[in-house]
């Protein structure tokens, strides 16, 4: 079941980025589920017409995937999000927690890059 949870979390990011909403969240979400993000309203219909947004004004982000953990019906993936190309962009978690395969609960944590870090270790 993990590795199930795990491999539909990948699947749902990657369909995200691809600007393949319905597909998504069709696929992947219990659309009466709970999201964390504190910058919208409540409710994955508000979050996926955000996503919806963000794609019309950023249609070429690229995700790269650098973590994916999963432990009974959690997943954690760590990505890099890619904006546009002057952009550095985000690391992103993203926790998901699963229901009889769907996504039921989301919560990401942000944070923003910078060209000039100081840490020579790098956010990956």
Known sequence: ???TNKAAAIEFM?????GKFEAAYEQYVDMSGKHHNIYFPA???VLKQAMI????QNPNKKLSIKNA???GNMVAIHSH?????DNPGISVVHLFRFESG???EMWDCIMPLQHDSPNSDGAF
Do not use: H, R, S, T
Not at 14 to 18: I, Q, S
């Open 69 to 71: 953990i999963a432990e």
């Open 14 to 18: 990657k369909l995200v980025v691809d």
């Open 1 to 3: 079941m993990e590795n």
């Open 102 to 104: 769907k996504i039921v």
């Open 81 to 85: 999000l890619e904006i546009a190309q």
């Open 53 to 56: 947004d963000d794609y019309k």
């Open 43 to 45: 409710g994955f219909p």
